[in-house]
Protein backbone atom coordinates (compact mmCIF):
# COMPACT_ATOMS: atom_id res chain seq x y z
CA UNK A 1 0.00 0.00 0.00
CA UNK A 2 1.69 3.09 -1.03
CA UNK A 3 0.92 6.06 1.65
CA UNK A 4 1.00 9.15 -0.82
CA UNK A 5 -0.92 7.17 -3.57
CA UNK A 6 -3.36 6.90 -0.38
CA UNK A 7 -3.07 10.49 0.34
CA UNK A 8 -3.95 11.54 -2.77
CA UNK A 9 -7.21 9.44 -3.00
CA UNK A 10 -8.19 10.03 0.52
CA UNK A 11 -6.85 13.22 2.46
CA UNK A 12 -9.74 15.60 0.88
CA UNK A 13 -12.57 13.38 2.30
CA UNK A 14 -10.07 13.72 5.30
CA UNK A 15 -10.36 17.20 5.49
CA UNK A 16 -14.27 17.15 5.09
CA UNK A 17 -14.48 15.03 7.89
CA UNK A 18 -12.98 17.06 10.21
CA UNK A 19 -15.15 19.12 12.89
CA UNK A 20 -12.56 20.72 14.47
CA UNK A 21 -9.36 22.73 13.84
CA UNK A 22 -6.70 19.98 14.92
CA UNK A 23 -3.85 22.58 14.52
CA UNK A 24 -5.62 25.10 17.10
CA UNK A 25 -6.11 22.77 19.74
CA UNK A 26 -3.13 20.58 19.00
CA UNK A 27 -1.28 24.04 19.69
CA UNK A 28 -2.74 23.84 23.36
CA UNK A 29 -0.09 21.09 24.10
CA UNK A 30 3.12 23.35 23.66
CA UNK A 31 1.66 24.89 27.07
CA UNK A 32 2.88 21.52 28.79
CA UNK A 33 6.16 21.73 30.66
CA UNK A 34 8.30 19.12 29.35
CA UNK A 35 9.93 17.70 32.31
CA UNK A 36 10.68 14.22 33.08
CA UNK A 37 7.56 14.52 36.06
CA UNK A 38 4.99 15.48 32.55
CA UNK A 39 6.57 12.66 30.41
CA UNK A 40 5.91 9.75 33.02
CA UNK A 41 2.73 11.05 33.58
CA UNK A 42 1.20 10.90 30.06
CA UNK A 43 3.34 8.17 29.06
CA UNK A 44 1.33 6.61 31.95
CA UNK A 45 -1.07 7.17 30.85
CA UNK A 46 -0.56 6.24 27.08
CA UNK A 47 0.78 3.13 27.82
CA UNK A 48 -1.81 1.51 30.21
CA UNK A 49 -5.13 2.89 27.92
CA UNK A 50 -2.86 1.29 24.98
CA UNK A 51 -2.93 -1.73 26.99
CA UNK A 52 -6.49 -1.76 28.21
CA UNK A 53 -7.64 -2.25 24.43
CA UNK A 54 -5.25 -5.22 24.51
CA UNK A 55 -7.73 -6.80 27.62
CA UNK A 56 -5.13 -5.77 30.88
CA UNK A 57 -7.24 -5.81 33.56
CA UNK A 58 -5.76 -2.42 35.90
CA UNK A 59 -7.07 0.29 35.36
CA UNK A 60 -5.62 3.65 33.94
CA UNK A 61 -6.11 5.45 37.64
CA UNK A 62 -4.18 2.97 39.32
CA UNK A 63 -1.11 2.16 36.72
CA UNK A 64 -0.78 6.26 36.70
CA UNK A 65 -0.66 6.25 40.66
CA UNK A 66 1.83 3.40 40.51
CA UNK A 67 4.03 5.26 37.95
CA UNK A 68 4.13 8.63 39.84
CA UNK A 69 3.82 7.89 43.78
CA UNK A 70 5.48 4.46 45.76
CA UNK A 71 2.75 2.48 45.91
CA UNK A 72 3.11 -1.30 44.81
CA UNK A 73 1.13 -3.63 43.16
CA UNK A 74 1.30 -7.59 42.36
CA UNK A 75 4.09 -7.76 39.07
CA UNK A 76 1.31 -9.66 36.94
CA UNK A 77 -1.27 -5.97 36.60
CA UNK A 78 2.02 -4.11 35.72
CA UNK A 79 4.36 -6.37 34.00
CA UNK A 80 3.08 -5.69 30.34
CA UNK A 81 2.08 -2.51 30.87
CA UNK A 82 6.03 -1.32 31.89
CA UNK A 83 7.03 -3.09 29.09
CA UNK A 84 4.80 -0.65 26.93
CA UNK A 85 5.64 2.43 28.92
CA UNK A 86 9.87 1.64 28.15
CA UNK A 87 8.88 1.43 24.55
CA UNK A 88 7.54 5.05 24.80
CA UNK A 89 10.64 6.10 26.61
CA UNK A 90 12.78 4.48 23.67
CA UNK A 91 10.61 6.24 21.11
CA UNK A 92 11.57 9.43 22.49
CA UNK A 93 14.95 8.83 22.79
CA UNK A 94 15.50 7.43 19.19
CA UNK A 95 14.58 8.36 15.66
CA UNK A 96 11.91 6.48 13.69
CA UNK A 97 13.61 4.10 11.90
CA UNK A 98 12.79 0.77 11.11
CA UNK A 99 15.61 -0.23 13.36
CA UNK A 100 14.28 1.20 15.90
CA UNK A 101 10.59 -0.17 15.46
CA UNK A 102 11.66 -3.62 15.77
CA UNK A 103 13.86 -2.36 19.09
CA UNK A 104 10.23 -0.91 20.26
CA UNK A 105 8.76 -4.46 19.78
CA UNK A 106 10.96 -6.28 21.67
CA UNK A 107 10.45 -3.89 24.84
CA UNK A 108 6.80 -4.30 24.08
CA UNK A 109 6.51 -8.17 23.57
CA UNK A 110 9.21 -9.11 26.50
CA UNK A 111 6.02 -10.68 28.48
CA UNK A 112 3.96 -11.65 25.31
CA UNK A 113 6.21 -13.52 22.73
CA UNK A 114 9.66 -15.71 23.00
CA UNK A 115 12.42 -14.47 22.47
CA UNK A 116 12.93 -15.20 19.10
CA UNK A 117 9.74 -13.78 17.53
CA UNK A 118 10.41 -10.40 19.61
CA UNK A 119 11.23 -7.82 17.19
CA UNK A 120 10.97 -10.06 13.75
CA UNK A 121 8.73 -9.90 11.39
CA UNK A 122 6.43 -13.23 11.15
CA UNK A 123 6.90 -15.78 8.71
CA UNK A 124 3.25 -17.58 9.46
CA UNK A 125 0.15 -16.07 8.07
CA UNK A 126 -2.36 -14.30 9.95
CA UNK A 127 -5.49 -13.78 10.72
CA UNK A 128 -7.82 -11.17 13.42
CA UNK A 129 -10.63 -12.61 14.82
CA UNK A 130 -13.83 -11.32 17.16
CA UNK A 131 -15.56 -13.47 18.96
CA UNK A 132 -14.05 -16.36 17.07
CA UNK A 133 -14.93 -14.47 13.58
CA UNK A 134 -12.35 -14.24 11.30
CA UNK A 135 -12.23 -10.36 11.04
CA UNK A 136 -10.00 -9.77 8.26
CA UNK A 137 -6.82 -11.30 6.91
CA UNK A 138 -3.66 -9.85 7.26
CA UNK A 139 -0.62 -9.58 5.15
CA UNK A 140 0.32 -13.15 3.36
CA UNK A 141 3.43 -14.44 4.95
CA UNK A 142 4.99 -14.49 1.14
CA UNK A 143 4.51 -10.79 0.99
CA UNK A 144 4.64 -9.35 4.90
CA UNK A 145 8.36 -8.76 4.88
CA UNK A 146 8.38 -6.84 1.69
CA UNK A 147 5.47 -4.63 2.50
CA UNK A 148 6.93 -4.27 5.58
CA UNK A 149 10.25 -3.00 4.32
CA UNK A 150 8.38 -0.80 1.79
CA UNK A 151 6.57 0.60 4.55
CA UNK A 152 9.44 1.89 6.68
CA UNK A 153 10.81 3.52 2.93
CA UNK A 154 7.80 5.39 2.66
CA UNK A 155 8.02 6.85 6.15
CA UNK A 156 11.29 7.88 5.43
CA UNK A 157 10.17 9.70 2.77
CA UNK A 158 7.48 11.44 4.54
CA UNK A 159 9.65 12.29 7.28
CA UNK A 160 11.52 14.23 4.86
CA UNK A 161 8.71 16.71 3.40
CA UNK A 162 7.15 19.85 4.61
CA UNK A 163 3.64 18.68 6.20
CA UNK A 164 0.84 20.93 7.18
CA UNK A 165 -0.25 19.95 10.95
CA UNK A 166 -3.50 18.54 9.06
CA UNK A 167 -1.52 15.95 7.12
CA UNK A 168 0.72 15.08 9.74
CA UNK A 169 -2.09 13.71 11.49
CA UNK A 170 -3.68 12.32 8.07
CA UNK A 171 -0.64 10.40 7.72
CA UNK A 172 -0.02 9.55 11.51
CA UNK A 173 -3.64 7.94 11.56
CA UNK A 174 -2.65 6.44 8.01
CA UNK A 175 0.79 4.64 9.14
CA UNK A 176 -1.23 3.18 12.39
CA UNK A 177 -3.96 2.00 10.18
CA UNK A 178 -1.61 0.22 7.19
CA UNK A 179 1.08 -1.15 9.73
CA UNK A 180 -2.41 -3.00 11.15
CA UNK A 181 -3.20 -4.15 7.75
CA UNK A 182 -0.12 -5.82 7.28
CA UNK A 183 0.04 -7.42 11.19
CA UNK A 184 4.02 -7.77 10.69
CA UNK A 185 4.81 -9.45 14.23
CA UNK A 186 3.06 -12.88 15.86
CA UNK A 187 1.87 -10.11 18.60
CA UNK A 188 2.21 -6.81 19.92
CA UNK A 189 0.95 -5.28 16.98
CA UNK A 190 -2.09 -3.12 18.05
CA UNK A 191 0.23 -1.80 21.12
CA UNK A 192 3.29 -1.13 18.43
CA UNK A 193 0.80 0.55 15.61
CA UNK A 194 -0.95 2.60 18.61
CA UNK A 195 2.89 3.97 19.39
CA UNK A 196 3.75 4.35 15.67
CA UNK A 197 1.05 7.04 15.33
CA UNK A 198 2.59 9.02 18.03
CA UNK A 199 5.94 8.31 17.19
CA UNK A 200 5.30 9.73 13.61
CA UNK A 201 3.84 13.00 15.56
CA UNK A 202 6.72 13.49 17.54
CA UNK A 203 9.08 13.31 15.07
CA UNK A 204 7.30 15.91 12.66
CA UNK A 205 5.46 17.83 15.12
CA UNK A 206 7.83 18.01 17.81
CA UNK A 207 8.32 16.32 21.81
CA UNK A 208 4.58 17.48 22.56
CA UNK A 209 3.03 15.34 20.50
CA UNK A 210 3.60 13.13 22.64
CA UNK A 211 1.22 14.42 25.03
CA UNK A 212 -1.53 14.03 23.07
CA UNK A 213 -3.96 11.87 24.40
CA UNK A 214 -4.68 9.25 20.97
CA UNK A 215 -4.57 6.37 23.17
CA UNK A 216 -6.84 7.04 25.91
CA UNK A 217 -9.00 8.58 23.04
CA UNK A 218 -9.20 4.93 21.35
CA UNK A 219 -9.69 3.24 24.65
CA UNK A 220 -12.53 5.51 25.55
CA UNK A 221 -13.96 4.73 21.97
CA UNK A 222 -13.30 1.21 21.50
CA UNK A 223 -16.08 -0.03 19.89
CA UNK A 224 -15.75 2.83 17.25
CA UNK A 225 -12.04 2.45 17.30
CA UNK A 226 -12.58 -1.25 16.28
CA UNK A 227 -15.48 -0.76 14.02
CA UNK A 228 -13.09 2.00 11.68
CA UNK A 229 -10.97 -0.87 11.47
CA UNK A 230 -12.83 -3.42 10.42
CA UNK A 231 -14.04 -1.51 7.61
CA UNK A 232 -11.96 -1.94 3.86
CA UNK A 233 -9.10 0.62 3.86
CA UNK A 234 -10.63 2.75 0.74
CA UNK A 235 -13.59 4.00 3.42
CA UNK A 236 -11.92 4.04 6.45
CA UNK A 237 -11.06 7.12 7.80
CA UNK A 238 -10.27 8.14 12.10
CA UNK A 239 -13.10 10.96 13.00
CA UNK A 240 -10.77 12.81 15.77
CA UNK A 241 -12.64 14.87 18.12
CA UNK A 242 -9.31 17.07 19.22
CA UNK A 243 -10.55 18.47 22.18
CA UNK A 244 -10.75 14.58 23.56
CA UNK A 245 -6.97 14.44 22.37
CA UNK A 246 -5.10 16.95 23.91
Known amino acids: MKLYNLYTSLYPTYLKKQEVNISYYFGKTKKIELTPESFNFYNAVSAMASSKIESEVMDIDSYVRYKT ?9 TEKP ?3 FRSYEFAQKNKLTKANVLKAHKLISKNL ?3 YWRGRVRDSDMVIRE ?3 IIYEACLKENVQKEFDDFFIEIALLLKKDLSVNEVFFFASLIHLVFLNIHPFDDGNGRTGRLLEKWFLSEKLGKTAWF ?3 DLYYWN ?4 FYKNLRQPLKTNFFKINAKKLV
Open 212 to 214: VQS
Open 69 to 77: TNVKYIKAL
Open 82 to 84: NDL
Open 131 to 133: NNK
Open 221 to 224: HKTQ
Open 113 to 115: LHT
